[in-house]
Nanobody, 123 residues
Framework: QVQLVESGGGLVQAGGSLRLSCAAS????????MGWFRQAPGKEREFVAA????????YYADPVKGRFTISRDNAKNTVYLQMNSLKPEDTAVYYC????????????????WGQGTQVTVSS
C-alpha cells in the first residue's frame, strides 16, 4: 500500500502563486507515476498534471499549461505542483494520486489517492 500526504493548500489572491506537495510513503517501490487532480464546486473531478517517476515525463491539462509545473524528488518520494498566475477558476479541492500499474496517467484510474487539499483563489 501507498500512503499520500498532501500539504500547501490555502487561500491566495488572483495572480498569486502556491506550491502543493505530496509525500508518498509505504510500499513506494515500483511506483510508475504520480499526478494531481482537482474538483471544483458543481464540477466533476478533472485531471491537472502528472509525472512518470522514473523518466520524469510530464503531462498537463490545457487550462493549466504554461501556469502550473509538476516536478518530483525521487529521494524524498515527493511530487510538487507549482501553481503560478492563479485564477478564481482554479479554486478546487486538489487531490494527489499515485499508481504502480502502467496506465494512461491523464485518466483517473490511479490506485492510491490522498485526502485532498483546498485551494481557494479570490478575485
Amino acid at each position: 500500500q501507498v500512503q499520500l500526504v498532501e500539504s500547501g493548500g490555502g487561500l491566495v489572491q488572483a495572480g498569486g502563486s502556491l506550491r502543493l506537495s505530496c509525500a508518498a510513503s509505504g510500499r513506494t517501490f515500483r511506483v510508475y507515476a504520480m499526478g494531481w487532480f482537482r474538483q471544483a464546486p458543481g464540477k466533476e473531478r478533472e485531471f491537472v498534471a502528472a509525472i512518470t517517476w522514473s523518466g520524469g515525463s510530464t503531462y498537463y491539462a490545457d487550462p493549466v499549461k504554461g501556469r502550473f509545473t509538476i516536478s518530483r524528488d525521487n529521494a524524498k518520494n515527493t511530487v510538487y505542483l507549482q501553481m503560478n498566475s492563479l485564477k478564481p477558476e482554479d479554486t478546487a479541492v486538489y487531490y494527489c494520486a499515485a499508481t504502480r500499474a502502467i496506465m494512461v496517467v491523464t485518466t483517473p484510474g490511479y490506485e492510491y489517492w490522498g485526502q485532498g487539499t483546498q485551494v481557494t483563489v479570490s478575485s
